[in-house]
């Protein structure tokens, strides 16, 4: 059987990718991954022996430079991948499994060569439900007094739409489809898949969309943690990790003080994560310690409390360990993660994406409480961790070879 698994987005939408990627070769499947060009996305990929077939600009790149001036254009710039590179990568596997930012042009790649196609989502808060509102995408706010859950869900459809139909319908004309008139319903399919824990992440439906929930694709992580940050956990108490992954962060907010100084005032010791912020440490003092990327898995154990930005990979590391969390939304679904630790008394939701020291403080306090505490070590317990054994099999058992 060869499977093809596609993304455009960053380490939070490669790594579940690169996770799946191990378990369908563990069960003697071959393996593409289509994914952005950078580096650590390379390296990710080359370490669970999957093939990587770069496409798109560099992420990393984008998040930390000059975003495109242009939705739209970017927006047919990834059509056309999908259709050129990621259709001839497509061209002799059985599968194709799409995810991360809007894969407009995968179905229909899957549609001409006649393969199963699958779309899996990362989070469920991208999909129509009662439960939620839909989160930013560009395009024009929504008119004033409009308050209806499915009219917002229903202008969601109207901006993909708006960014993605003209580019989509011109490449499916190209090759013999014919058009389409929903992107975002089209991109779903009839059955979803949802690779998010249950517990984190419940599935709670507003349309008949059919949804195939399969727990988080996680990758075990067997590194060890450094020597000299082994040393400087253990030369004191838990310090308060501080990381915001792919998140470039305000540079108008210098979130390393002002983190640093709300740990500190809660008596604690700091671990600073660098991240594409690039975030560093604040002075020379010996209750603080910077690191680049590391084995989190391993380290949530043996920290006081995460403080991060919300993304579903940190947010169910972090529930996995037992760790009260302080998040820090930024954008897309990280304010409904947000929302979603709160709810479960797991740790705090700061209000909005740029913290002061008064309203980092007040959430680390409320992190930090023995309560909180006790929450998160229950829930831990709850998280599941098969998810990719469960969508493998999906995969494997419900596919035809196409030879």
Known sequence: MRVLLMAYGSRGDIAPLAALAATLRELG?????????????AELLASV??????????????????????????????????????????????????????????????EKLGIRYVYAGFHPFEMPSA??????????????????????????????????????????????????????????GDRPWLAVDPVLGPWEKLTNLDVLQTGAWILPDERPLPADLEAFLDAGTSPVYVGFGSMPMSPATDIAQIAVEAARAQGRRVLVSRGWADLALVDGADDCFAVGDVNHQALFHRVAAVVHHGGAGTTTTAARAGAPQVVVPQFVDQPHWAARVAELGIGAAHDGPTPTLESLSAALRTALTPETTARAQAVAGTIRTDGTTVAAKLLLDRSTPRR
């Open 49 to 110: 022996g999957a093939e990587h077939v770069p496409f798109g600009r560099d992420v990393r790149a984008l998040r930390t430079g000059a975003p495109p001036s242009d939705a739209a254009a970017f927006a047919a710039e990834l059509v056309a991948a999908h259709f050129e590179t990621v259709g001839k990568a497509a061209e002799d596997c059985d599968v194709l499994v799409a995810s991360g930012l809007m894969p407009a042009g995968v179905r229909s790649v899957a």
């Open 29 to 41: 499947a071959q393996v593409r991954v289509c994914a952005p060009p950078d580096e650590e996305f």
């Open 131 to 188: 439960h939620y509102l839909p989160s930013g995408r560009p395009g024009p706010p929504p008119p004033p007094g409009m308050t209806d859950n499915q009219a917002l869900w229903d202008l969601d459809a109207q901006k993909v739409n708006a960014l993605y139909l003209q580019p989509l319908n011109a490449h499916r004309a190209a090759i013999g489809l014919a058009p389409v008139d929903n992107v975002r319903d089209h991109v779903f």
